[in-house]
Nanobody
Framework: QVQLVESGGGLVQAGGSLRLSCAASRSIFSITIVAWYRQAPGKERQLVASITSSGRTNYADSVQGRFTISRDVAKNTLYLQMNRLKPDDTAVYYC?????????WGQGTQVAVSS
């Protein structure tokens, strides 16, 4: 199993940047897929970006070119660099890991983008 702890959320103006971090309790390199999801009020949770153990990345169309997912294997940490933020990016952002056929979630970190 794995525990995930997010940090880095906050309030930012449109056009600004934030970097989210997700500290994992075990090696990220060994996890099949790690990802960032987000959930806005009244909406379903949606995939933002993911990265596989081989390093392949995938992004939602709405964040392509603005967000970058990365990992620091030595620190067991997953990152999400968010640039050119928009009010529509306001949501709770969750770290996700899929390991040995089970999903794991962090507690979430709030991101609010003001116009």
């Amino acid at each position: 199993q794995v525990q995930l702890v997010e940090s880095g959320g906050g309030l930012v103006q449109a056009g600004g940047s934030l970097r989210l971090s997700c500290a994992a309790s075990r090696s990220i390199f060994s996890i099949t897929i790690v990802a960032w999801y987000r959930q806005a009020p009244g909406k379903e949770r949606q995939l933002v970006a993911s990265i596989t153990s081989s390093g392949r990345t995938n992004y939602a169309d709405s964040v392509q070119g603005r967000f970058t997912i990365s990992r620091d294997v030595a620190k067991n940490t997953l990152y999400l660099q968010m640039n050119r933020l928009k009010p529509d990016d306001t949501a709770v952002y969750y770290c996700y890991a899929f390991l040995v056929d089970k999903p794991y979630w962090g507690q979430g970190t709030q991101v609010a983008v003001s116009s």
